[in-house]
């Protein structure tokens, strides 16, 4: 079994309010990701959790906060988004913690945002 | 850095055409190299990887093998069909030269329809 959940599949918010996005795995992996993706383009890697640690931040903007509560769970928690965050958020994990990891990262069906 | 140079598109083929889009990579080490596809209002999926040179990935009848001479890894299926309609990603991860974890490298990618 390689799914990875993510809720909610739809979102719609407005530019003061707050939301959160989670992503869920049961495989054991111990990576996960947070990516960006707008429309006709390739995903945009935002944050990498390494053994439930931030290992990896591409300089996002504050308003987009993440957290790992556990091994299988990771949030993004957003507040004050402007309307150009609306895009596709993809969660992906992969096996290994390892900075040598080339494992393949499987992603979930994303949740579609929408900033108004 | 790390580049990975997908063929321009749109390409459109007839069903049962043979496809081939093309891929090349620029990249430091030894990357494992895959290729995804994503289906309208769909996060990405795996649809198939090789890990060294000379490897063969195949999965619902494509292909692709690792180039290493040519730093090539292009996709190829023998008969396409309509249910194939999707965007391709190709995409390398090659271990991480900053101390934290590899990144996935993607193309640009490229949408793929097939008529009936």
């Known amino acids: 079994d390689t799914e990875v959940t993510q809720t909610p599949k739809h979102l719609v918010m407005g530019m003061t309010n707050k939301k959160s996005l989670k992503c869920e795995q049961h495989?054991?992996?111990?990576?996960m990701y947070w990516y960006k993706q707008k429309a006709k383009k390739p995903p945009e890697l935002m944050f990498v959790y390494s053994y439930e640690k931030l290992s990896i931040n591409e300089s996002v903007p504050s308003r987009f906060s993440p957290e790992c509560p556990n091994s299988s769970l990771l949030n993004l928690h957003l507040h004050a988004l402007q309307p150009e965050d609306s895009a596709l958020y993809l969660c992906a994990s992969s096996e290994s913690g390892s900075v040598w990891n080339t494992d393949t990262q499987y992603f979930g069906p994303g949740t579609r945002l929408t900033v108004l | 850095g790390n580049s990975v140079t997908q063929m321009e598109g749109p390409v459109t083929l007839s069903e049962e055409a043979f496809l081939t889009i093309n891929c090349t990579y620029t990249a430091t080490g030894y990357p494992s190299l895959f290729w995804y596809v994503q289906y309208p209002g769909e996060g990405l999926q795996l649809l198939l990887k090789?890990?060294?040179?000379?490897d063969k990935g195949s999965n619902k009848g494509f292909e692709a093998t690792y180039r290493k001479e040519t730093t090539s890894f292009h996709l190829e299926k023998g008969s396409v069909q309509v249910s194939d309609s999707a965007v391709y990603f190709c995409?390398?991860?090659?271990?991480?030269?900053?101390?934290?974890?590899?990144?996935?490298?993607f193309g640009k990618g490229i949408t793929l329809s097939v008529r009936p």
């Open positions: 995409a390398l991860s090659a271990p991480g030269d900053t101390g934290a974890n590899s990144k996935l490298t």
């Open positions: 090789a890990t060294k040179a000379d």
């Open positions: 495989m054991g992996h111990r990576a």
